[in-house]
């Protein structure tokens, strides 16, 4: 995972009206844009949310990651909150671009209860595609 | 009852920790106002008129004695004596202090219990049939199906952010306890043709300020689909509910614009990608939730007790109680009994730390120390022998829990309304109140038999006005507080499919609503024929001859 302001070496993010495949450009996608299958062919995708209350932007990014089979860098950026990165992170995303003015906390136990709060989860994600009840015995 | 595992109970603790960790950071100034009213209301926790409100989940209903007593605890040590049974089976505390919400948590995590997804644009607790497993006319036991979805709902990684709350309700009854027609979603499990578990799945139904009823979409879903088809629902919502105006954000506004064939249409398109994935149920998920609820021993006793029958004649009011608040269970010489919250001059739903503990004492003297919350915000023992209800019926009187009005007009279904709430335009325990007070022989209320009162403070409809035969709506009124009343709505079950309440005219001031519902059951007992109920009645003559005798012309 990485948190950073950083624009790839040189990589331009086009917004969809714009981009072409044979680009080598990244796409920008708006959290309402439909997914298509020749995206994947894109070397970053990022999702912009308009809001940190927005989940529009979780649903893209799964059928992005499942649906279509995308496996480059998928980046948030817009209103992304510390404290919704553990959901983006189990809906495919690997990037992202803090919102103006919010930054986490020196790494350490503070900033992991933030970004992983939890150690496992009931159901199944991009991250971990199998529910918890299938991989681990759940005895009482 | 479903017993948590070291990974629930694991998950649950560090859900106390994220919230503290959460509330630190907001008391430090690290967190916006706004970033962490959303942060607490995944957690339940509200700001209201006068203090924060905390909604600790109680999955659909059901809680173990160990845990009502916590509850107890909880009333007596962090809020004033007193907790408040809603209507989603859920338990609020009004008074918390908002930096000792963590440790009310991490009390409920001792008793696996929390306050997860109880407020917010998210999945809600699943809400379903308060006698479930135990209820006479059950098709098949709902509790193992709720238990799935919560566990698949809970941190959500794509559905906690939804254009506005989410409600599931699921019913195994022909007489639909759990109202699902007036969910987001409403699920029917049933056994098909085949002998084989399925679900009828009902979508976009729910009450508010547009009230419509949900409708079907799927019908015989195999069970092991359950989840994968609610995760296409969910994504089609989640990706096209609207999100520019909360009024028009639920899952119902949806359906309406795209028509429920159309909305059909991209849920099945969806489901195509999504049926035998990762989230089906295999038989040895559904095996050992269904296992978490097998019934219990029953030893087997007497079908009749003559016992019984000696106290009922002897004691009037006690029969009147058997009569009224205990339901037939599906095991011989059992019952299920209704502990009525609804006594003049306390306000419905409201239970002191004496009477949690008190009940909790029951469930394990009389059953088998298992409670319900039903939404009508009464507390449900589902496991009494009839041999011994007239023991229960003398410490339930004793404790204020015994009115006999199970089903009648004074057991009002009544949110918290101006009294607690910030979104109120009017008070409304006051109003039940004053219709208690109105109505206060239990000979009249018999008489005039089952009838539904339901009170809202607001068009939020937490009270379901809409679907009560009689429905009492607050409203603002150039800065008054005036009530408008509805009548003929119906919650579904039975032979009858779900109704929305009429308005009957226009609205009126506080003081004057008992007179109006005194005309309303005047009405009612002039033009009523032999065993006609209030709703039988209404659905015969029509809302004119009640507008006539309220207003004088029709
Ligand atoms: S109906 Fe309105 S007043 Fe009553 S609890 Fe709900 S939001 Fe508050």
Redesign the interface.
């Not at chain 1, 595609?129 to 299938?134: D, L, V």
């Given at each position: 995972m990485a948190l950073s302001n950083r624009i790839q070496n040189g990589l331009r993010l086009t917004p969809l009206d714009e981009w072409m495949p044979e680009s080598g450009d990244g796409l920008l996608l708006d959290v309402a844009d439909e997914p298509e299958a020749r995206f994947i062919r894109a070397p970053v995708i990022a999702i912009r949310f308009p809001a940190?209350?927005?989940?529009?932007g979780?649903?893209?990014a799964?059928l992005l990651r499942t649906?279509f089979g995308f496996e480059g860098e998928l980046r948030a950026i817009g209103e992304v909150?510390p404290?919704?990165i553990h959901?983006m992170r189990?809906?495919g995303f690997d990037n992202f671009q803090l919102a103006e003015g919010k930054c986490l906390?020196p790494a350490g136990s503070?900033t992991d209860?933030?970004l992983a709060?939890?150690?496992?989860?009931?159901?199944?994600?991009?991250l971990q595609?199998?529910?918890?009840?299938?991989r681990?015995r759940?005895?009482? | 009852m479903y017993?948590?595992?070291?990974?629930d109970r694991?998950?649950v603790r560090?859900?106390v920790?994220?919230y503290r960790?959460?509330t630190e950071r907001y008391l430090a100034g690290?967190?916006t106002e706004d970033?962490f009213l959303?942060?607490r209301l995944r957690n339940g926790l509200y700001v209201q008129r006068l203090a924060p409100m905390l909604r600790v989940a109680v999955p659909y209903g059901t809680l173990s004695s160990a845990q009502l007593r916590k509850l107890a605890h909880i009333a007596r040590h962090f809020d004033r004596g007193y907790g408040h049974l809603s209507t989603r089976q859920n338990m609020q505390f009004n008074w918390p202090l908002l930096a000792e919400v963590p440790d009310i948590l991490e009390a409920l995590a001792e008793v696996d219990m929390h306050a997860i997804q109880t407020s917010g644009?998210c999945i809600r607790n699943v809400t379903t049939d308060q006698f479930a497993g135990v209820a006479g006319d059950e098709w098949v036991d709902p509790r193992p199906y709720c238990e799935l979805i919560r566990?698949?709902?809970?941190?959500?990684?794509?559905?906690?952010?939804?254009p506005r709350k989410f409600k599931i309700a699921i019913t195994g009854s022909r007489d639909d306890r759990a109202a699902t027609a007036v969910h987001d979603i409403g699920l029917k499990v049933f056994r098909n043709d085949t002998g084989s578990i399925a679900f009828d799945v009902l979508v976009g139904g729910g009450l508010g300020r547009t009230p419509v009823v949900g409708q079907v979409i799927r019908r015989n879903l195999a069970a092991e689909h359950l989840l994968t088809y609610l995760e296409a629902i969910m994504?089609v919502y989640?990706?096209f509910g609207r999100?520019d105006n909360k009024y028009k954000a639920r899952i119902k506004i949806l359906v309406r614009a795209m028509t429920a064939d159309g909305f059909r249409e991209i849920v099945d398109e969806e489901w195509s990608?999504l049926e035998g994935?990762?989230?089906t149920l295999?038989a040895d998920?559904l095996a050992?939730m269904e296992a978490h609820f097998a019934r219990p021993d029953y030893p087997r006793l007497e079908t009749e007790s003559t016992e019984l029958d000696t106290r009922r004649l002897s004691h009037p009011q006690f029969s009147r109680w058997v009569e009224q608040n205990v339901a037939p269970h599906r095991e011989a010489g059992y019952a299920i009994v209704t502990l009525s919250t609804k006594i003049t001059g306390v306000p419905p739903g409201d239970v002191s730390d004496s009477q949690m503990e008190a009940v909790a004492d029951w469930a394990d003297e009389y059953g088998f120390g298992e409670i319900r919350i039903s939404h009508e915000q009464n507390f449900v023992l589902p496991d009494v022998s009839r041999a011994r209800l007239f023991e229960l019926w003398q410490q339930a009187e004793a404790n204020q829990l015994a009115t006999a009005n199970v089903g009648l007009i004074s057991d009002i279904i009544c949110c918290p309304g101006g009294d607690y709430c910030s979104l109120a335009n009017a008070k409304s325990i006051p109003v039940a109140e004053a219709i208690q007070q109105q109505l206060k022989d239990l000979d009249y209320q018999h008489d005039i038999g089952p009838l539904d009162l339901n009170i809202s403070g607001c068009m939020n409809a937490c009270g379901h006005h809409h679907v009560g035969h009689i429905g009492i709506l607050g409203v603002d009124k150039k800065g008054s507080e005036y009530y408008q009343i509805s009548l003929g709505g119906h919650a579904g079950g039975g032979n009858s499919a779900a109704t929305l309440g009429q308005i009957v005219g226009p609205s009126c001031a506080r003081a004057d609503v008992p007179s109006v519902i005194k005309k309303i059951l005047d009405t009612f007992v002039d033009n009523r024929v032999v065993d006609e109920t209030f709703l039988g009645c209404f659905q015969r003559i029509g809302i004119e001859p009640f507008k006539e005798r309220i207003y004088g012309t029709v």
């Open positions: 940190f209350t927005d989940g529009r979780l649903s893209l799964v649906r909150h404290d919704i959901y189990r809906c906390p503070k209860s933030i709060p939890y150690s496992d989860y009931y159901q199944a994600s991009v595609p199998e529910p918890a009840s299938r681990i759940r005895v009482a | 017993t948590y595992d070291t990974f694991q998950f560090e859900r920790s994220h960790s959460q690290e967190l970033e959303q942060l644009s566990q698949w709902s809970t941190s959500h990684p794509e559905f906690d952010w939804l994504r989640n990706r999100r990608h994935g990762s989230s295999g998920d050992r």
